[in-house]
Protein backbone atom coordinates (compact mmCIF):
# COMPACT_ATOMS: atom_id res chain seq x y z
CA UNK A 1 0.00 0.00 0.00
CA UNK A 2 1.13 3.19 -0.89
CA UNK A 3 0.56 5.40 2.12
CA UNK A 4 -0.25 9.14 1.52
CA UNK A 5 1.88 10.55 4.65
CA UNK A 6 4.63 10.96 5.75
CA UNK A 7 5.80 11.63 9.06
CA UNK A 8 9.65 13.57 9.89
CA UNK A 9 11.30 12.06 12.95
CA UNK A 10 13.33 15.12 13.71
CA UNK A 11 10.87 17.63 13.31
CA UNK A 12 7.56 15.93 13.70
CA UNK A 13 6.21 17.26 10.41
CA UNK A 14 3.16 15.32 9.02
CA UNK A 15 2.93 15.68 5.27
CA UNK A 16 0.04 14.23 3.03
CA UNK A 17 1.84 15.08 -0.15
CA UNK A 18 -1.29 14.66 -2.47
CA UNK A 19 -2.69 17.07 -0.54
CA UNK A 20 0.47 19.41 -0.69
CA UNK A 21 -0.46 19.51 3.14
CA UNK A 22 1.89 19.91 5.55
CA UNK A 23 1.25 20.08 9.29
CA UNK A 24 3.93 21.47 11.72
CA UNK A 25 3.97 20.99 15.76
CA UNK A 26 2.34 23.95 16.98
CA UNK A 27 1.40 25.47 13.35
CA UNK A 28 -0.74 28.66 13.70
CA UNK A 29 -4.60 28.34 12.96
CA UNK A 30 -4.45 31.06 10.35
CA UNK A 31 -1.27 29.37 7.99
CA UNK A 32 -3.64 26.30 8.26
CA UNK A 33 -6.61 28.02 6.75
CA UNK A 34 -4.07 29.67 4.54
CA UNK A 35 -3.40 26.71 2.81
CA UNK A 36 -6.45 24.92 -0.01
CA UNK A 37 -7.24 22.41 1.92
CA UNK A 38 -7.22 24.58 5.32
CA UNK A 39 -9.51 26.82 3.42
CA UNK A 40 -11.77 24.18 2.66
CA UNK A 41 -11.52 22.53 6.13
CA UNK A 42 -15.41 21.77 8.01
CA UNK A 43 -15.13 24.04 11.50
CA UNK A 44 -16.24 21.59 14.04
CA UNK A 45 -16.27 23.49 17.09
CA UNK A 46 -14.41 26.23 18.82
CA UNK A 47 -14.70 26.35 22.88
CA UNK A 48 -12.44 27.70 25.40
CA UNK A 49 -9.68 28.09 23.53
CA UNK A 50 -10.21 24.86 20.93
CA UNK A 51 -10.75 25.23 17.58
CA UNK A 52 -11.58 21.75 16.36
CA UNK A 53 -11.69 21.46 12.44
CA UNK A 54 -11.80 18.29 9.90
CA UNK A 55 -11.03 17.58 6.28
CA UNK A 56 -12.27 14.52 4.32
CA UNK A 57 -10.15 14.44 0.81
CA UNK A 58 -11.12 11.50 -2.19
CA UNK A 59 -7.35 10.77 -3.43
CA UNK A 60 -6.49 9.68 -7.01
CA UNK A 61 -5.93 5.81 -5.69
CA UNK A 62 -9.62 6.19 -4.63
CA UNK A 63 -8.88 6.01 -1.07
CA UNK A 64 -10.28 8.30 1.31
CA UNK A 65 -8.55 10.15 3.55
CA UNK A 66 -10.26 11.78 6.30
CA UNK A 67 -8.39 14.57 9.09
CA UNK A 68 -9.82 16.03 12.74
CA UNK A 69 -7.57 18.52 13.84
CA UNK A 70 -7.27 20.20 17.24
CA UNK A 71 -5.59 23.67 17.84
CA UNK A 72 -5.46 24.97 20.83
CA UNK A 73 -4.69 28.39 21.85
CA UNK A 74 -4.40 29.08 17.97
CA UNK A 75 -1.97 26.86 17.49
CA UNK A 76 -1.72 22.61 16.25
CA UNK A 77 -1.95 20.22 19.36
CA UNK A 78 -3.54 17.34 17.45
CA UNK A 79 -3.92 15.56 14.21
CA UNK A 80 -6.60 12.37 14.10
CA UNK A 81 -6.60 11.05 10.74
CA UNK A 82 -7.91 8.14 8.82
CA UNK A 83 -7.07 6.04 5.32
CA UNK A 84 -9.35 3.72 3.53
CA UNK A 85 -10.91 3.12 0.37
CA UNK A 86 -14.43 4.02 -0.50
CA UNK A 87 -15.67 1.00 -0.41
CA UNK A 88 -14.65 0.53 3.18
CA UNK A 89 -16.48 3.91 3.81
CA UNK A 90 -19.58 1.80 3.49
CA UNK A 91 -20.82 0.67 7.31
CA UNK A 92 -22.25 -2.14 5.92
CA UNK A 93 -18.89 -3.88 5.42
CA UNK A 94 -17.87 -2.75 8.69
CA UNK A 95 -16.31 -5.13 11.52
CA UNK A 96 -14.65 -4.71 14.61
CA UNK A 97 -12.02 -7.30 13.33
CA UNK A 98 -11.18 -5.38 10.40
CA UNK A 99 -10.87 -2.03 12.69
CA UNK A 100 -8.59 -4.01 14.94
CA UNK A 101 -6.59 -5.47 11.76
CA UNK A 102 -6.50 -1.57 10.69
CA UNK A 103 -4.88 -0.65 14.02
CA UNK A 104 -2.11 -2.76 13.57
CA UNK A 105 -1.66 -1.92 9.81
CA UNK A 106 -1.25 1.85 10.73
CA UNK A 107 1.37 0.91 13.43
CA UNK A 108 3.41 -0.77 11.59
CA UNK A 109 3.48 1.80 9.01
CA UNK A 110 4.54 4.26 11.51
CA UNK A 111 6.97 2.10 12.58
CA UNK A 112 8.58 1.88 9.42
CA UNK A 113 8.87 5.38 8.76
CA UNK A 114 9.75 6.05 12.70
CA UNK A 115 11.76 3.22 13.44
CA UNK A 116 9.22 2.82 16.65
CA UNK A 117 5.62 4.50 17.71
CA UNK A 118 5.55 6.26 20.99
CA UNK A 119 6.84 9.29 22.67
CA UNK A 120 9.27 11.46 20.73
CA UNK A 121 10.74 15.21 21.74
CA UNK A 122 7.96 16.59 20.20
CA UNK A 123 5.19 14.41 20.72
CA UNK A 124 3.49 11.07 20.71
CA UNK A 125 2.68 9.46 17.20
CA UNK A 126 0.47 6.02 17.73
CA UNK A 127 -2.57 4.32 15.94
CA UNK A 128 -5.98 2.66 18.07
CA UNK A 129 -9.41 2.26 17.95
CA UNK A 130 -11.67 5.42 18.33
CA UNK A 131 -14.95 4.00 20.23
CA UNK A 132 -17.02 6.92 19.56
CA UNK A 133 -15.91 6.73 15.59
CA UNK A 134 -15.85 3.16 15.78
CA UNK A 135 -12.54 3.45 13.44
CA UNK A 136 -9.31 2.77 13.50
CA UNK A 137 -7.14 5.83 13.45
CA UNK A 138 -3.66 6.82 13.26
CA UNK A 139 -2.84 9.92 15.00
CA UNK A 140 -0.47 12.84 16.28
CA UNK A 141 -0.10 14.62 19.72
CA UNK A 142 2.08 17.24 19.72
CA UNK A 143 3.83 19.02 23.05
CA UNK A 144 2.67 22.09 23.58
CA UNK A 145 4.37 25.01 25.69
CA UNK A 146 5.43 23.92 29.06
CA UNK A 147 4.88 20.20 28.62
CA UNK A 148 7.04 17.65 29.76
CA UNK A 149 9.70 16.70 26.95
CA UNK A 150 10.94 12.77 27.58
CA UNK A 151 12.33 11.01 25.08
Known sequence: MDWPFEIDAES??????QLRLSLAPRLPLADFLATDVGS???AESSENGCQ????QQTLTDGH??????????????????D????????????SPERER??????????ARQLGTRGRFRWGIVDAGYDDK???AVLFVDYLLDGEE???
Open 83 to 94: YRSEGECDWSVW
Open 64 to 81: RLSIFLIFVDGCLSKVRF
Open 133 to 135: AAS
Open 101 to 110: ARVQEYRNEI
Open 12 to 17: GILRFS
Open 40 to 42: GAK
Open 149 to 151: KKT
Open 52 to 55: RCSV
